[in-house]
Nanobody, 126 residues
């Protein structure tokens, strides 16, 4: 079992920045992938970014590429999402996810991840 705890959400103005953190505990594994998804009311959970933990290879949704950066601190078993130039359309509940690394075609599929955090709200508004 792996537990994920997110932090770092909040309210920010357009153009601002936030950094989300996701601390993992329990039976973590270097052969896992760890990533971020987001969801707004009435919509399906949407892929944001993910990382192959062992290699550090990263993948991003087109909508956040160049603005968001996923990174990890292996010593702390923590994955981060640095979000810059935030826009109102980035408003959502952000979820951390982890699990055995999916095949490449499934990396962006939330159904391919075993473990989920509780979510943290990000609101971008003027």
């Amino acid at each position: 079992q792996v537990e994920l705890v997110e932090s770092g959400g909040g309210l920010v103005q357009p153009g601002g920045s936030l950094r989300l953190s996701c601390a993992a505990s329990g039976r973590t594994n270097r052969n896992y992938a760890a990533g971020w998804f987001r969801q707004t009311p009435g919509k399906e959970r949407e892929f944001v970014a993910t990382m192959r933990w062992s290699s550090g290879v990263t993948y991003y949704a087109d909508s956040v590429k160049g603005r968001f950066t996923i990174s990890r601190d292996s010593a702390k078993n923590t994955v981060y999402l640095q979000m810059n130039n935030l826009q109102p359309e980035d408003t959502a509940v952000y979820y951390c996810a982890a699990g055995p690394t999916p095949i490449a075609a499934e990396l962006r599929n939330p159904g391919a991840y075993y473990y989920w955090g509780q979510g943290t709200q990000v609101a971008v508004t003027s």
